[in-house]
């Protein structure tokens, strides 16, 4: 009996609590993309014979939800076997705005514990019929076979209504659990993919593809999915008479801007392609020459142009990336070639330009993280600086915050950009001309001053204002710059096409102007006023 005892209180100490942990996830999620999700299962003490599992419930969304990189796709209401550690859920939600998960974690004791996951879409998701994936995207071939972003599978088409079953095993991916001979990642001969085309709406009604009509009528509020197969472009599975683009050639880091660090191997590398070197100008009033940094952003638009390397400094498409040097709390998704863009509104503007390290690269659902090679510029705050005199002309530049020097100080442009074409069109610029009322009371428009004025701007980057009616004296040592018959002469300039895609204003003293009949006459009602 006492025997009988013992093993019964043996027995009930078999019985533990345990514990779940879910570390911090993104619930910001966007629709085709998985997020994954790390968990931990801890018992409060091991017991050999015990055995846990997890089982799910979607109450609100359509989803797939992964246990573990490769492994099964957990069924609603079905329990799975879970071992003792930690374990990761891989999500990538297909319909539905508010994804909700209900997660119970149980043992063969009874014991059970209840966690909820909850994802939102963001609104750059695209629409219910969006059918991307980060697994591959899958099409159908003219040869009957599945095509998985944009090569032969192998596998024939035997029902077209069928959407198959994606997941990667041992870098290839299998279709409804079939090994096909496309490989997860860009082999190095294979890393010349087309780009996917610039998708515009027609007034025929139709899609355009690189401003060719693709004959596929247009779906109100509906984002088409776009894929190239042998050479044409597809939309939502489609065939369009568009070929696609010749290869595009892939930017590379120019040679003198490559530090050793960048020459490394055996780390992934998330590298700024967009950097330019250091240039050499010469300051138009004191002919001193002076050297500045590029900040390695675009001038079109501002922004920056990064790519992901593998290891073996292979592009790596479709990765997630995160946690970049100043910039910790913003996501990107790689293209095709590997590239991904950083918009001019998320790059700091405090701070110094720094180099560091890319903490989230996650392909397939595994993180890896970047070799000490990503360089993260400052934002490019611009603005118009006036320059120098040239008798009727006055000059105007671009200049650029140099954060680098003493207490920081707009400089020139690093890169010459000439200011002709779209820049330098006289419409892409407006003029408005102020003096001092008479006796200093207040300011008024001159547009007398104005009359057969021109502005443009030059192929050496400068913006020449013409003023051909009135006589200004801008040397403050010049006899005529205190006489009773002049007046400040204010000139306000707006650029509203600028690089970096800035519009920029400016107001200026040029000096002092004398007045016309029609400003005395003015001047002579303003005593009285």
């Known amino acids: 009996m006492l025997l009988g005892a013992c093993s019964r209180e043996v027995d009930v100490q078999e019985v533990y609590p345990f514990e779940v942990e879910l570390m911090p996830y993104h619930q910001d999620a966007t629709k085709g993309q998985a997020v994954e999700v790390r968990c931990k299962l801890t ?14 419930f979607q109450r609100s969304g359509k989803g797939c939800l992964l246990l573990n990189v490769g492994g099964v796709e957990l069924a609603d209401n079905d329990n799975y076997d879970l071992a003792v550690g930690d ?56 040869n009957g076979n599945y095509y998985i972003n944009g090569f032969d599978t192998g596998i024939a088409i035997t029902d077209p209504n069928h959407k198959p079953v994606v997941t990667i095993v041992d870098g290839y991916y299998y279709l409804d659990g079939v090994k096909t001979p496309v490989p ?62 010749p290869v595009p050639v892939v930017p590379q880091y120019p040679d003198e801007v490559l530090v050793p660090a960048l020459k490394k191997q055996g780390k992934y590398e998330v590298l700024l392609i967009s950097k330019s070197p250091e240039v050499t100008y010469t300051d138009p009033i004191t002919n001193e020459k002076k050297t500045v940094v590029a900040n390695g952003v675009r001038i079109e638009d501002g922004a920056c142009l ?95 915050w140099d954060a680098n020097l003493a207490g920081g100080k707009f400089v020139p442009l690093a890169v010459h950009i000439p200011l002709t074409g779209e820049y330098g069109r006289p419409e892409n610029f407006f003029l408005w001309a102020m003096r001092d009322k008479a006796k200093g009371r207040g300011a008024k428009n001159d547009f007398s001053a104005l009359r057969h004025a021109s502005v443009r701007g030059t192929a050496d980057g400068f913006i020449e204002v013409t003023l051909p009616k009135v006589h200004i004296v801008a040397d403050p040592t010049h006899p005529a710059y205190y006489t009773t018959d002049r007046k400040p002469f204010f000139l306000a300039l707006s650029m509203y096409n600028a690089p970096y895609g800035n519009s920029l204003q400016t107001i200026q003293l040029l000096g002092m102007a004398e007045k016309s009949f029609l400003d005395s006459l003015s001047d002579f009602f303003t005593l009285f006023e």
């Open 306 to 400: 990064y790519q992901c390397l593998s290891p073996d400094s292979v592009p790596v498409p479709f990765a997630t990336i995160s946690g970049l040097p100043r910039i910790p709390d913003k996501r990107y998704q790689t293209d095709k070639n590997g590239c991904f863009i950083v918009p001019a509104s998320d790059l700091p503007i405090k701070g110094l330009p720094e180099t560091g390290v890319t903490k989230s690269i996650i392909i397939n659902g595994k993180q890896y993280s970047s070799d000490k090679t990503t360089y993260v510029p400052s934002r490019m705050l611009v603005k118009l600086s006036y320059s120098h005199q040239d008798g009727q002309r006055f000059y105007f530049q671009l200049t650029q």
């Open 184 to 245: 997860s990642h860009p082999l190095p001969d294979e890393k010349n993919i087309p780009p996917v085309g610039d998708v515009a709406h027609g007034e025929n009604g139709n899609y355009y593809i690189n401003g060719t009509d693709t004959g596929i009528a247009i779906k109100p509020d509906h984002k088409p999915v776009v894929t190239i197969v042998d050479g044409y472009y597809y939309i939502d599975g489609v065939k369009t008479p568009v070929p696609a683009l």
């Open 43 to 56: 018992p409060q003490k091991l017991f050999v014979s015990r055995k846990y599992y997890i089982r799910k």
């Open 87 to 142: 374990f990761r859920l891989y999500y990538t939600p297909e319909e539905g705005n508010q994804h909700t998960i209900e997660l119970v974690v149980s043992d063969d004791a009874g014991q059970e514990q209840t966690l909820l996951l909850e994802f939102q879409l963001s609104d750059n998701s695209g629409g219910a019929d969006d059918s991307s994936s980060s697994l591959g995207i899958v099409t159908h071939g003219d």
